[in-house]
């Protein structure tokens, strides 16, 4: 299968580097629409079939027609070719190709072909490519990197930016304000809110002043040691930074100096460390002779951090030659273990010539650091696997760099293991790919997109940029500037382009929807990093201090330390990480993606953590109802309120303020005969396993076998120990209760279940054995610290009594109406919450778009 063509950086390509006219036509044809022709048309329509007598292999059939058929181009009028017609996947014509479109950059080729005269030499053999070199050569990524003058004047980022809006018929946006420019600078820079004096700086200055100030606080934020803590979270991304192996038996499965690793990189990100040396210490900071520290070593956490895979030394290697050519090269060399790439330059011989370098290289794990790697005293010569088997030898391989990246010559590598040479050749000016990539990730992190959509494979079957000349302008901007990420960071956010306002607009949307064209600034969504750490930046929680080791974010007390700090297990990641998007720790993660799910605003309106983040930020403000209004305004969303907001917080504070703690509780005890009453309650004291029990090993000497899960639970073996789940009302309000209890064995004789109202006023009662039942109550009237017991005992033979339930209480006021769900609300903590209303509109303010987006 030949790689896809499929867009307009093609043709600028074509158009710079021919030297003539014909020339240009000539390239145009044999890179783009051979290949395309091959891709999509000859499998039906060439030597082996003709559906409809067709060949589109023909230069005569298509370019000039025979007897039987006319020609399939016009080039006096392209739009009437029958080819384009075909193509365009109309619903009143033929469509071609029958499976899927081609795409309308593929389109764009053929009718930018005809245009020019559909040139079809006459000496071209067209068939099936022999040469697979043929095709990837001619592949955007692996060409040199172009320095391209700016087609303009003014900021040059600018100039191709505005190139390509003009060609297209859009004009830019406007620039955002000094108040937006201000918080994005901030959080994309420090992914931290920005402070309220620096935001009225920027409400008080004109446009005149206003552009200074903002390029010194630009270089304020590039300063600050939270700039490396952003940017090194980027990175942990693309290294799967975890704090344990993974699944390794019974082993030890923490690596417990991980953290030297995260704080050797937020160290390079604040010092400005070259790019190409930030590179080479990940792969060989042991050969640094003058830098022989626990701390520099630390870099080579990048290898040796990834997944044990049961301490399979094979598959060890593959990950670490898939993480640094993927992440470092945007190339998918780990396709060829077993068999040569089916697209890229990569054949099985090259994947073995990598393997060798790294099984040269030992990992000590002891001082002074245990995360570097060391040279074998002799390396060892690497051999094929067949088929990926390490039981099947093949030929024998030297170590050395991708053969397509040495002209095809072999150039073996005799310095030790050969890491140090192989960091060297990556970072090389004359790789094509390596400063390529790594700008496509910083600018992705500007602008919440990519011009390569596939940061981390930029081979045959990747899309081309939305900007190649920008994209090779930046590269080589890079490189001349001592592959200095501040100074590209600050290169590009100093552009009109990304200082523009995120503002949807009209005219753009039919030209382009998805804003390819960049005709005004993606609107940036805090990642779950950002989030939190916002949280605990407006709550007065923040611990700004930088560095140390790894702690938990999910257990209580909570930490105030930064979210990059979180203790990242990669065998048993907590539930909130993958709600919010967070990258796998297993393997290398080329982005992140952004989803919008029930569970996120679930977890906001339930969490512990942002009820007492929300309770904090509200405990210090005093004052009359609008002073207490505009402080959470101010201190949350960083403005002041307008009137209606204002008088809508008072309605919301005076409809909605408990006065009693509310929530679930856990627990036990002891119903009577006629099962009418609950004659005492007690908390089960231990959660433990997802469940809250009497102690970690069942059957408890106190509490026998009560428990309590999400969905379900066990009641002790007599009616003194009942399993009892308690809801207790905040306020008065009228409630509807739906409750269902199942029990699954037809062993046994099941369990009953009671409903009381404040332990004494039963409500309903329900047995289950081997089936499931359910019950629907009504107008439930309920007071300030009232009660509801879902009472849960065994029938007269106290054996096989697990059961099955779930409960959803709607608490109705005249103002508002609350859902509480069992399954869902189900938590560690055994305690009733008290939520005052004030610190319910903290909360709600944080839930809001303004706190979740940028601008």
């Known amino acids: 299968m030949l790689p896809r063509i499929s867009s ?271 590179i080479t210490r990940q792969l060989a900071a042991d050969r640094f002779p003058d830098d022989q520290t626990p701390e520099d070593l630390a870099a080579m956490g990048f290898l040796t951090l990834g997944r044990r895979f049961l301490n399979n030394i094979h598959d060890i290697i593959d990950d670490r030659i898939d993480v640094t050519m993927r992440g470092m090269m945007g190339l998918t060399v780990g396709c060829a273990r077993c068999h040569d790439h089916k697209f890229d330059p990569v054949p099985t011989a090259d994947y073995y010539s990598l393997y060798g370098i790294f099984n040269s290289s030992d990992e000590p794990n002891n001082e002074p650091s245990p995360l570097r790697l060391v040279d074998r005293p002799e390396p060892r010569e690497p051999v094929i696997f067949v088929r990926g088997s390490a039981g099947r030898k093949g030929d024998m391989v030297p170590r050395q760099f991708l053969t397509a990246f040495t002209n095809g010559e072999s150039k073996p590598f005799t310095d030790g293991s050969g890491r140090l040479e192989l960091a060297k050749a990556i970072t090389s000016r004359d790789n094509p790919l390596t400063a390529r990539v790594a700008v496509n990730r910083i600018w992705g992190h500007l602008f919440e997109k990519t011009l390569v959509d596939s940061p981390s494979d930029f081979g045959t079957q990747s899309d081309p940029p939305s900007h190649p000349l920008l994209l ?226 069942l059957p408890d000497p106190e509490t026998n076998w009560v428990f309590h899960t999400k969905d379900g639970g066990h009641p002790g073996n007599t009616r003194k120990l009942c399993s009892v789940r308690r809801w207790t009302a905040g306020r008065t309000a009228t409630l509807a209760i739906e409750y269902r209890i199942g029990h699954k064995n037809e062993s046994g004789d099941g369990v009953i279940s009671t409903i009381l109202h404040n332990q004494t006023n039963p409500l309903a009662t329900e047995s289950a054995q081997n089936n499931r039942t359910s019950e629907a109550l009504e107008d439930i009237r309920v007071q300030p610290g009232d009660t509801i017991d879902f009472v849960v005992f065994c029938g007269e033979n106290a054996s096989h009594d697990s059961y099955r339930c779930s409960i959803k209480i709607r608490e109705s006021t005249a103002d508002s109406s609350r859902v509480w769900n069992s399954v869902t609300d189900f938590s560690d903590r055994n305690e009733l919450r008290v939520t005052d209303a004030w610190t319910q509109l903290a909360q709600v303010l944080m839930l809001t778009n303004e706190f979740v987006f940028v601008d």
């Open 472 to 697: 090779d302008h930046l590269a080589t901007w890079f490189m001349d500037h001592d592959w200095s990420v501040k100074q590209l960071i600050r290169y590009i956010v100093t552009s009109e382009t990304w200082r523009q306002s995120s503002k949807r607009r009209k005219d753009t949307e039919t030209v382009d929807p998805e804003n390819h064209l960049l005709s005004r600034m993606s609107k940036i969504r805090l990642d779950f990093e950002a989030h939190r750490d916002a949280i605990l930046c407006v709550s007065g929680q923040l611990d700004p201090t930088i560095g140390g080791e790894s702690v938990s974010i999910t257990s209580e007390p909570f930490t105030g330390r930064r979210t990059l700090y979180a203790h990242i297990d990669r065998q048993n990641l907590p539930g909130v990480f993958r709600t919010f998007d967070f990258a796998s720790p297993d393997t290398h993660a080329p982005k992140r993606f952004s989803t919008t799910v029930p569970q996120q605003a679930l977890f906001q309106m339930n969490s512990p953590f942002i009820l007492s983040m929300a309770r904090a930020a509200a405990k210090d403000v005093t004052g009359q109802p609008d002073e207490i209004i505009d402080s959470l305004y101010r201190r949350i969303l960083q403005r002041n309120t307008a009137a209606d907001e204002v008088a809508a917080a008072k309605q919301f504070v005076a409809a909605d303020s408990p006065d009693q703690p509310t929530g679930w509780t856990y627990g036990y005890g002891a119903i009577n005969d006629s099962f009418d009453r609950l004659e005492k309650f007690h908390l089960l004291p231990m959660f433990h396993n997802d469940s809250w029990k009497g102690g970690a090993d």
């Open 8 to 278: 307009g950086l093609l043709i600028l390509f074509c158009t710079v580097f021919s030297h003539s006219r014909a020339d240009e036509r000539t390239d145009h044809f044999e890179k783009y629409v051979r290949p395309l022709l091959i891709q999509h048309c000859v499998e039906c329509h060439g030597p082996k079939k003709q559906e409809s007598g067709l060949r589109l292999d023909s230069r005569d059939q298509v370019v000039v027609g025979t007897n039987d058929l006319d020609a399939l181009v016009d080039t006096s009028a392209p739009s009437d070719s029958r080819l384009l017609q075909v193509v365009a996947w109309s619903d009143d014509d033929v469509q071609m190709p029958p499976d899927a479109p081609i795409t309308e950059a593929e389109q764009t080729v053929l009718r930018r072909w005809i245009e020019q005269g559909a040139v079809w030499p006459e000496s071209s053999e067209f068939g099936q490519v022999a040469d697979h070199r043929a095709i990837w050569k001619t592949h955007w990524a692996f060409q040199p990197i172009g320095n391209p003058e700016p087609p303009g004047p003014g900021h040059p980022v600018d100039a191709f930016i505005r190139k390509r809006l003009s060609d297209s018929g859009i004009e830019p946006s406007r620039q955002a304000s000094a108040r937006t420019l201000v918080r994005r600078l901030s959080v994309v820079l420090t992914g931290l809110p920005p402070s309220t004096d620096d935001l009225e700086t920027a409400d008080r200055l004109g446009a005149d002043e206003s552009a200074a100030w903002l390029d010194e606080y630009t270089s304020r934020q590039l300063a600050s040691p939270h700039f490396g803590e952003r940017w090194a979270r980027h990175w942990m991304d693309v290294s799967r930074y975890s704090d344990t192996k993974g699944y390794v038996f019974t082993a030890d499965r923490t690596y417990p100096d991980a953290w030297r690793y995260r704080e050797w990189l937020i160290n390079a990100f604040n010092v400005d460390m070259p790019w190409d040396e930030f």
